[in-house]
């Protein structure tokens, strides 16, 4: 029974590492999923067993690379010591694994570049807006702490300088995929990430 789940854990990440190459090749939309069980060396039938569907399949693989990542956002506002340093490290922590560890590298080329949302991805379209929604509350909880910590009121309401900084890293990492060469990720973001606190008056 336990080689018989181990196999079965092994199948599902075979699957998801086809289905990570062939989207990264293909787009998304453009991919079917016996693309993925020949990329695979599988069949259609195991991607069933595993997965729903291709959204679903597709959630599945940004979750197995983005999980520890939203994780750390949750621990920086959870966290009841000064919020500010933990939200710096964990946006730093995922800009430099995005530029050195070439399955997030790839995952994230995916999500920003190789996706559209058509009808039938609908699914992945909803779990992005539920991410987005997480880290947008994780930044304003941690933003409004770090201010009543140094006794200050933020210069806009915390809502809208969560949107500002989820937009100053998104906007990075967007950029920096079309072209890697243009500049260093993590330098970048730490310059940019400190310049933004500071304007906030939580530098």
């Known amino acids: 029974m336990r080689r018989t789940k181990e196999d079965a854990l092994a199948t599902r990440h075979a699957l998801l590492d086809a289905a990570e190459r062939v989207f990264q090749r293909k787009g998304v939309s453009s991919t079917s999923l016996a693309d993925i069980a020949a990329e695979a060396g599988t069949t259609r039938g195991a991607i069933y067993w595993h997965f729903k569907d291709k959204a679903d399949?597709?959630?599945?693989?940004?979750?197995?690379?983005?999980?520890?990542m939203e994780h750390a956002l949750h621990e920086a506002a959870d966290?009841?010591?000064?919020?500010?340093?933990?939200?710096?490290?964990?946006?730093?922590?995922?800009?430099?694994?995005i530029s050195t560890d070439p399955r997030t590298r790839r995952v994230v080329e995916v999500a920003t570049h190789k996706v559209e949302y058509v009808e039938s991805l609908d699914a992945v379209r909803q779990r992005h807006l539920a991410v987005r929604d997480e880290c947008l509350a994780d930044m304003k909880q941690v933003l409004s702490h770090g201010a009543r910590m140094r006794g200050r009121r933020l210069p806009l309401p915390a809502e809208a300088a969560a949107r500002g900084l989820h937009a100053l890293?998104?906007?990075?990492?967007?950029?920096?995929?079309l072209d890697p060469r243009a500049f260093e990720l993590p330098r970048a973001g730490r310059q940019a990430i400190d310049a933004y606190l500071a304007g906030l008056g939580l530098g």
Request: glycine fraction near 4%; proline fraction near 8%.
């Open 79 to 97: 966290t009841t010591v000064d919020p500010l340093p933990a939200l710096r490290s964990a946006l730093l922590g995922v800009l430099t694994k």
């Open 169 to 177: 890293v998104d906007g990075l990492i967007q950029n920096w995929m």
């Open 57 to 68: 399949l597709y959630n599945a693989m940004i979750e197995r690379v983005s999980l520890p």
